[in-house]
């Protein structure tokens, strides 16, 4: 049979079907008229759900990463924009016990960060107002890596809490410049692949963030939106395919969705998901509505 020979189908033992080829599935998804179309009914949960999904914006990312899964069965990936260039919003600190309080910062890209700091003395309400106030006066417009700069006002009670939330701060602008990742639906890889070690090697690359996100990246920089089994170049993932699409807010990549199942996966579908949910990403991360 000629797509056999021309290496399109493979006949895994003698009694089975011919099944397609990393390099069939290869063809059948670079000549795809267009990526697939969403029906009316996954439509309208697309639009439901970026109507009424609130709240901070890693919760925002976590459900959508569950969105995704669940418009198509495969295990679903969200990668955020790291907060490095977002600007300080407002900047409080939270009483939580006699001696613990909480640093709440937010930033202009809608992501709100916390940290506990623990505190020498107690401190009063009031203070610890008074410190919120201190630092949005020196730290608001400022990004998450600029320099703790808030100077002491001569009062013990206020500059020790300045002192103890400065700290905090620059250990939280530590951990933002990394990006965000959200894993959906994890479990149904168990359902898509036969084999019990392509799970378990699946899943361990899943609880890699920083392997994640380049995954991601590498596909997109090389101008694809489909890598297919040995295509993506990581071993574990050699039975495997990963749909992505860029998350884009006025012409900038502000992160990305993936999806990842077998390479038998519906790729019209998968494809039409992430350009979709992607698409509406970007417009709720950008400040837009997107309705249509």
Not at 85 to 96: N, P
Not at 216 to 229: K, Q, Y
């Amino acid at each position: 049979m000629a797509l056999g020979r021309d290496g399109y189908l493979v006949q895994p033992h003698t009694s089975a079907g011919r099944i397609p080829t990393d390099k069939g599935y290869r063809f059948f998804v670079d000549h795809l008229a267009e990526p697939g179309v969403l029906g009316p009914t996954q439509h309208e949960q697309v639009s439901h759900f970026f109507d009424q999904v609130h709240g901070e914006m890693e919760e925002m990312l976590e459900r959508t990463s569950g969105l995704l899964s669940q418009l198509t069965s495969y295990a679903a990936v969200v990668v955020g924009p790291s907060h490095e260039t977002a600007t300080i919003r407002s900047v409080q600190v939270v009483g939580l016990a006699p001696l613990l309080a909480l640093l709440v910062v937010v930033f202009s890209d809608g992501a709100v960060e916390k940290r506990t700091i623990d505190l020498d003395a107690e401190a009063s309400d009031e203070t610890m107002a008074q410190v919120g106030a201190l630092m949005s006066t020196h730290m608001v417009g400022k990004t998450s890596a600029a320099t703790w700069s808030v100077p002491p006002t001569g009062i013990a009670d206020i500059d020790r809490l300045v002192s103890s939330a400065g700290t905090v701060f620059e250990l939280m602008g530590d951990a933002m410049e990394s990006d965000q990742v959200f894993v959906g639906g994890p479990a149904r890889l168990a359902e898509s692949f036969d084999a019990v070690e392509t799970v378990r090697s699946v899943l361990g690359i899943l609880e890699q963030q920083l392997v994640v996100v380049t995954l991601l990246r590498d596909v997109l920089n090389r101008g694809l939106s489909v890598a297919i089994g040995t295509e993506h170049g990581y071993e574990p993932l050699a039975s495997c395919a990963v749909v992505v699409a860029p998350v884009m807010s006025e012409g900038h990549e502000l992160g990305a969705v993936g999806l990842l199942g077998p390479t038998r996966m519906d790729y019209p579908r998968a494809l039409a998901a992430a350009h979709v949910v992607g698409e509406r990403l970007g417009q709720r991360l950008g400040g837009h509505d997107g309705r249509r």
